[in-house]
C-alpha cells in the first residue's frame, strides 16, 4: 500500500447522511469487531471523525482506535488522518503487523 494523496478540503456541510463499510484488522479488530456500517454526513468526514463516529457505536473503539500504531486506508490505500472519506467508501483501521 502507498500513501494516498487526497484533497483535504470540505465540502458545504450537511445534514443528509451517507454510509461507510469499515474494517477493522489486527489488535483493533480484537476491540472493535471485523467490521461495521457507520453512518457518516453526506459532505463526508475526516478519518479523525470517522474514528469519532466508530467509537460512538462501539463500545472501547475509542481507545482502540486512538493508538498511534493504528493506520487507515481508503479503498486499499493508505492514507492520512486528515483525508477526507466520502460516503460508499471503505476505510479499514489496521493495527501494526511484524513477521515476515
Known amino acids: 500500500m502507498t500513501v494516498a494523496a487526497r484533497t483535504l478540503a470540505k465540502p458545504a456541510p450537511s445534514s ?17 469487531g471485523r467490521s461495521l456500517t457507520v ?5 463526508g468526514c475526516t478519518i479523525e ?5 466508530v467509537a460512538e457505536q462501539v463500545e472501547g ?4 482506535l486512538c493508538e498511534s500504531c493504528i493506520r487507515a486506508a481508503i479503498d486499499q490505500v493508505l ?14 483501521f489496521l493495527s501494526a503487523f511484524s513477521g515476515g
Not at 443528509?16 to 472493535?32: E, M, N, P, S
Not at 453512518?39 to 459532505?43: G, S, T, Y
Not at 492520512?80 to 460508499?88: I, L, T, Y
Open 61 to 64: 473503539a475509542g481507545r482502540a
Open 39 to 43: 453512518a457518516i454526513p453526506e459532505c
Open 16 to 32: 443528509a447522511t451517507g454510509a461507510v463499510r469499515v474494517l477493522f484488522f489486527g489488535q483493533v479488530a480484537d476491540a472493535c
Open 49 to 53: 471523525g470517522l474514528k469519532s463516529h
Open 79 to 92: 492514507a492520512p488522518n486528515e483525508a477526507w472519506v466520502s460516503p460508499g467508501q471503505e476505510v479499514a
